[in-house]
């Protein structure tokens, strides 16, 4: 990682370099017009980023700038803004690379060295075509944040929904139409925009006003930072924070999900449990997969039958499949008892007539359909 220090201070992830070099080799074919295409890129994103970065500082914030792999990314802190100043903040990064293609448009009327001409004209043609594509309303496009930024301004957390909605729509339309070009970097792009918007919709019902309080998502952002560096204890309570002040909606769960691998990691199973227990509708995988072991711990069969299939295709092993049996034994359920009993044996070791002892098992031992399963392992 670069990170070149200033007011506005800018780091470069060595995978913009490698992204960039991919588009370069893409549009010339050779190794000098891949560094030519190179610079253009680098110099383009970065103009544009400033774009975003001075008009959030003149409204003081304090911002600075990260090249990643899909281009730029311009974050900032500061006092709360209103929706016109995050607006004209998000505008201004298009108006940027704009203002280079002109710049480049007006230097093409001079008389110039054939190889710079061509310089200036990639230049010219890049900075038009993506200020175009950037507005397109589709997140994480600019064209999507305007779109966001307007309908939430007017519609509340309604109008951040519909403006998932419709930049899944259109991120989908428009991946189709660039298959259909046969321009497939760009259509696998606009896919995964497709997709990730789609996504965030799905699970946008649990946002909440919380949620898009800027305050909550720089908490959060600083927690997974501190984690990232291994400042285990300054995460944990920058986390209980976030769970704190943005309780109940998204920013919350994902920070109660961390706490409970904290404590996991402590020893405190039963509080792990206790949290993951009153999330378990909205967990991700590892979470599931935690919950449902401390569920078969408890005895708590009614939910690891619930959690037993999707658990086990996340994350399948023998104790997994032995808790399971255990489960819907317990239930009386004779069939899946069976079948997950018979899963468990396929890894081996399993000493079955000591299973068959153990209480969970005692109310089938008599049911022809779970003997069938037994006779099988025998």
């Known amino acids: 990682m670069i990170e070149i220090p200033g007011r506005i201070p800018l780091a470069i992830h060595p995978f913009f370099w490698l992204f960039a070099g991919i588009i370069g080799w893409l549009n010339s074919q050779t190794l000098m017009g891949t560094l030519v295409w190179i610079g253009i890129i680098f110099v383009s994103v970065v103009f544009h980023e400033f774009g975003h970065a001075l008009t959030a500082v003149y409204f003081k914030q304090k911002a600075r700038i990260q090249l990643v792999a899909l281009g730029g990314v311009t974050m900032f802190e500061g006092p709360k803004l209103k929706f016109w100043q995050q607006f004209l903040i998000t505008l201004n990064g298009p108006i940027f690379g704009f203002i280079l293609f002109l710049i480049a448009t007006l230097l093409l009327t001079f008389s110039l060295p054939a190889t710079l001409a061509s310089i200036l004209k990639a230049m010219q043609f890049a900075n038009l075509f993506w200020t175009v594509v950037n507005l397109l309303p589709v997140l994480p496009l600019d064209g ?3 779109l966001r930024i307007v309908l939430e301004a007017n519609f509340g957390i309604k109008g951040f929904r519909v403006s998932l909605l419709v930049g899944s729509v259109l991120a ?6 660039f298959f259909m070009m046969q321009a497939f970097l760009i259509g696998a792009f606009f896919f ?3 997709f990730q918007s789609f996504d965030s919709w799905r699970k946008s019902r649990l946002v909440t006003r919380d949620d898009r309080e800027e305050s909550n998502r720089e908490l959060m952002i600083k927690a997974e930072t501190a984690l ?7 995460a944990k309570k920058l986390f209980e924070e976030v769970s704190e ?3 109940g909606g998204l920013l919350a769960l994902t920070a109660n999900q961390y706490l409970a691998f ?3 990691k402590e020893g405190k199973r039963e509080h792990a449990y206790e949290i993951l227990l009153n999330i378990k509708d909205e967990l991700t995988d590892d979470a599931l997969c935690i919950l449902h072991e401390l569920a078969a711990e408890h005895k708590n069969y009614p939910l690891v039958t619930e959690l037993s299939v999707e658990a086990y295709q996340i994350a399948p092993n023998q104790k997994m499949a032995l808790d399971n049996a255990r489960a819907f034994a ?3 359920q004779a069939k899946p008892a069976g079948g997950w009993l018979q899963t468990a044996w396929q890894y081996g070791g399993i000493n079955l007539e000591n299973v068959l002892q153990e209480e969970e098992f005692q109310k089938l031992k008599n049911d022809p ?3 069938e399963f037994v006779d099988l392992l025998k």
């Open 245 to 247: 002040k943005a309780k």
């Open 330 to 332: 317990y239930e009386n």
């Open 369 to 371: 359909d779970f003997k």
């Open 228 to 234: 990232q560096e291994g400042k285990k204890e300054e």
């Open 262 to 264: 904290f404590a996991m």
């Open 144 to 146: 999507g944040q305007l």
């Open 192 to 194: 995964l925009f497709a």
């Open 172 to 177: 989908a339309l428009f991946s189709f139409y």
